[in-house]
C-alpha cells in the first residue's frame, strides 16, 4: 500500500513539472519571445495610466523644408481670372514654394582610369604610370557597391541572392554570391584593427553584459557570444558555447570590472565581480507562482519588484534596502521549506535533481551579492537588458536568412556586426562606415566611452 501512495506521488510530482513545462512562456522562463503561444503574454510593465502614443512636451519630428535645394521648377500661372482678365499679362507679386524630396535616378557610374604608357630611350624600359590601390583588376566595382552589399546582408540580414537581386534592381549591377561573400571576407580583415581596439576599450568598462545564443553552421549547432556596453559591442561565433568560447573572444577572462548575466554557470568561472539579471529572476518567480503554487515566490517577486521601482524613482533609503534584505532571506527559508530536499533515487548515480523551487532558493541564496548587487553598487542596472537587445539581431538573423556555410563566414561576419553595431550606438553613419571600409581609410567609433 505503501509503495503503492509513493508511486502516486512521484506520477503527481512529475505530472505537475509537465504541466509547468507546458504553460512556460516568455513571462516565466528564459525562453524567447518567439516561442510564446498565439496569445499575447503578460508584460511585467507597471500600468501608469497615460494614455499611448507621443507624451505632452514630446518634440515630434517631421519633414522639413530644405534651405539648399538641387533643382526648382517654376509653375507660371496662366488663364484667366473670375472676371476674365489674363493671367499671363499680370505681373508676379512673389511665389508659394513646396518641395518634394527623393532619391535621384540609381545608375552605376563608370569612372575609366586611363594610365600613361613610356618608353625609356635609353634602355627600351616600357612603363605605365600606376592604378590606384582600389583599381586591382581591368574591370570591378567600386566602394559603393561593396559596402552597399555588404549593408543589405550583414546589417538587414537579406540572404545573398536576394542582396544581389536588389542591387539589380536599384543599380543594374548584380554581383554573384561568391562576389559578396569576398566582400564580406575583405571588410572582416579591414576590421581586425577595430576589434583589437574594441576589446581594449571593453577591458576598460566599469560594467559589461554578456549572453549568447545558438547559430547554425551547415545545419549543426554552435553559438553567437556578445560582450557589451551602452557604446560597444563586440561579437564572437564559436563551436562551443562554453569556456572555451569566452577565452577565444580573448575579454571576459581578463575583465576585473562587473559582468551582468544570466547564472549561466560558464560566467561563475570568470574573475569578475558578477551581477545577476533580475528580468530572469522575475520571471522564474513568475513561473514558480502561477504554475506551481509557490506562495512564497509571488511575494519574492513583488517585494523585488517594488525595491527595483523605489530604487528606479530615487526613492530608496538604506533603511528600505536593510527591510527589504531581511525579507529577502525570510522568503527564500520560506522557499526551501517549502520544497524540502528531494531523497536519493537507489541504483541511480549523482546529484539527485531537486524542484524549480529549490533550485532557484538556493541559487538566490549561493549567489545573494550578486542577485542584490544593483541595490548596493553605483552603475550596476538591475537587468541585461543590454546584452538582450545586442543578442537580437542574430535572432532576427537565424529567421530570415539562415544559418552560415562556414566556421570562418560566421567569424567574418560576426566582426562586421560589432562594428555595425557599435556605430549605431554611438550614432554614427553605418553605411559612410561600410564605404570607408571598402575606401581603405576605416571611420573609427570613439573607444573612450
Request: hydrophobic residues 35%.
Amino acid at each position: 500500500m505503501r509503495e503503492l501512495e509513493a508511486q502516486v506521488a512521484q506520477l503527481l510530482g512529475r505530472l505537475q513539472a509537465l504541466e509547468a513545462q507546458w504553460a512556460q512562456d516568455s513571462t516565466t522562463s528564459s525562453q524567447p519571445p518567439s516561442t510564446d503561444k498565439p496569445w499575447a503574454p503578460k508584460s511585467e510593465r507597471q500600468k501608469t495610466g497615460r494614455s499611448s502614443g507621443a507624451q505632452r512636451g514630446h518634440v515630434g519630428k517631421t519633414l522639413k523644408m530644405a534651405e539648399h535645394v538641387d533643382e526648382v521648377v517654376t509653375l507660371p500661372l496662366t488663364g484667366h481670372c473670375a472676371c476674365g482678365h489674363a493671367w499671363e499679362s499680370v505681373h508676379a507679386q512673389g511665389q508659394v514654394a513646396r518641395q518634394v524630396h527623393d532619391l535621384p535616378e540609381l545608375r552605376l557610374q563608370v569612372t575609366e582610369y586611363r594610365a600613361d604608357v613610356k618608353v625609356c630611350p635609353g634602355c627600351r624600359h616600357r612603363q605605365h604610370a600606376p592604378f590606384p590601390d582600389h583599381v586591382p583588376g581591368q574591370v570591378q566595382y567600386g566602394p559603393r557597391v561593396h559596402g552597399l552589399a555588404v549593408y543589405l546582408n550583414a546589417s538587414h540580414f537579406v540572404p545573398l541572392e536576394r542582396t544581389s537581386e536588389i542591387l539589380e534592381a536599384l543599380c543594374g549591377a548584380r554581383p554573384s554570391d561568391g562576389t559578396i561573400v569576398l566582400n564580406l571576407r575583405l571588410a572582416a580583415d579591414r576590421l581586425v584593427d577595430f576589434e583589437t581596439q574594441l576589446k581594449a576599450a571593453l577591458l576598460q568598462q566599469p560594467v559589461l553584459h554578456a549572453d549568447e545564443t545558438g547559430s547554425k553552421v551547415n545545419g549543426k549547432l554552435q553559438w553567437m557570444h556578445v560582450v557589451s556596453c551602452a557604446q560597444l559591442t563586440l561579437y564572437g561565433h564559436h563551436a562551443q558555447r562554453g569556456f572555451a568560447a569566452l577565452e577565444a573572444m580573448n575579454v571576459l577572462p581578463q575583465f576585473e570590472g562587473f559582468l551582468m548575466h544570466d547564472a549561466w554557470s560558464t560566467y561563475f568561472k570568470l574573475s569578475a565581480k558578477h551581477a545577476l539579471c533580475g528580468a530572469h529572476l522575475l520571471r522564474e518567480l513568475r513561473g514558480l507562482a502561477e504554475h506551481h503554487a509557490q506562495v512564497w515566490a509571488g511575494e519574492l517577486r513583488d517585494a523585488l519588484r517594488l525595491v527595483y521601482h523605489q530604487q528606479k524613482d530615487g526613492t530608496i533609503t538604506p533603511e528600505l534596502v536593510e527591510s527589504f534584505e531581511h525579507r529577502f532571506d525570510a522568503l527564500l527559508d520560506a522557499g526551501l521549506k517549502a520544497n524540502p530536499p528531494a531523497p536519493p533515487v537507489p541504483g541511480r548515480r549523482g546529484r539527485t535533481r531537486q524542484t524549480p523551487g529549490r533550485n532557484l532558493a538556493l541559487r538566490c541564496q549561493q549567489h545573494r551579492l550578486a542577485v542584490l548587487r544593483f541595490l548596493h553598487d553605483e552603475g550596476v542596472p538591475f537587468d541585461n537588458n543590454q546584452a538582450e537587445r545586442d543578442i537580437r539581431p542574430w535572432c532576427v538573423k537565424r529567421k530570415v536568412s539562415g544559418g552560415f556555410r562556414s566556421e570562418e563566414g560566421a567569424q567574418h561576419f560576426a566582426r562586421i556586426r560589432s562594428y555595425i553595431s557599435t556605430l549605431q550606438k554611438q550614432g554614427m553613419n553605418v553605411w559612410h562606415g561600410l564605404v570607408s571600409v571598402f575606401r581603405g581609410d576605416v571611420i573609427m567609433p570613439s573607444f573612450c566611452c
